[in-house]
T-cell receptor
Framework: GENVEQHPSTLSVQEGDSAVIKCTYSDSASNYFPWYKQELGKRPQLIIDIRSNVGEKKDQRIAVTLNKTAKHFSLHITETQPEDSAVYFCAASIPGAGSYQLTFGKGTKLSVIP | SQTIHQWPATLVQPVGSPLSLECTVEGTSNPNLYWYRQAAGRGLQLLFYSVGIGQISSEVPQNLSASRPQDRQFILSSKKLLLSDSGFYLC????????????FGPGTRLTVT
């Protein structure tokens, strides 16, 4: 099955700096890569995703890049703000029979220091 | 718009007791439904998924089971809880079968004592 590795496990940045979280996946058949943000005690929320036919996608201060050859994808957050502090999860998905099954990384705890 | 509900929000149960968690989705039809478990400070583990009524696929062998008695209802059950069953249980749905996008419910925090 698919295996997703996520690094780093914790990340501290000064407010206004950029943050980068990296993930690698094992199965070349994976074609959908979402990122979720989970605040303490809350549900994970989808913040951005990318499909294998696209190399980069941007939404305001967040962007995701995908390198299919190397089988890795990254989340970039620019101009970080204290409200960006949360745990971020990457995932990879292989299309199945009518269903996508997401395999998640172990998460990165991002702390933005004011 | 679509809404997903889970109940109860929190639950404290003794070891060996039964469990029933419910998830319902509003505002859509024929969704894919998923059950995940998140242990404290850990990642998300897919437990079950369903592409239709009565259709359940299990990802991890364990003492849990799932059922989908109605199109927008997904139930997670156990006959006898173990201490290791403690965690944050999240139901998720996706409406487009070829999109991959999944959206999570508010979760049930289960503590087995």
């Amino acid at each position: 099955g698919e295996n997703v590795e996520q690094h780093p496990s914790t990340l501290s940045v000064q407010e206004g700096d950029s943050a980068v979280i990296k993930c690698t996946y094992s199965d070349s058949a994976s074609n959908y890569f979402p990122w979720y943000k989970q605040e303490l005690g809350k549900r994970p929320q989808l913040i951005i995703d990318i499909r294998s036919n696209v190399g980069e996608k941007k939404d305001q201060r967040i962007a995701v890049t995908l390198n299919k050859t190397a089988k890795h994808f990254s989340l970039h957050i620019t101009e970080t703000q204290p409200e960006d502090s949360a745990v971020y999860f990457c995932a990879a998905s292989i299309p199945g029979a009518g269903s996508y099954q997401l395999t998640f990384g172990k998460g990165t705890k991002l702390s933005v220091i004011p | 718009s679509q809404t997903i509900h889970q109940w109860p929000a929190t639950l404290v149960q003794p070891v060996g007791s039964p469990l029933s968690l419910e998830c319902t989705v509003e505002g859509t039809s024929n969704p894919n439904l998923y059950w995940y478990r998140q242990a404290a400070g850990r990642g998300l583990q897919l437990l079950f998924y369903s592409v239709g009524i009565g259709q359940i696929s299990s990802e991890v062998p364990q003492n849990l089971s799932a059922s989908r008695p109605q199109d927008r209802q997904f139930i997670l059950s156990s006959k006898k809880l173990l201490l290791s069953d403690s965690g944050f249980y999240l139901c998720a749905w996706s409406v487009l079968r070829d999109s991959g996008e999944q959206y999570f419910g508010p979760g049930t925090r289960l503590t087995v004592t």
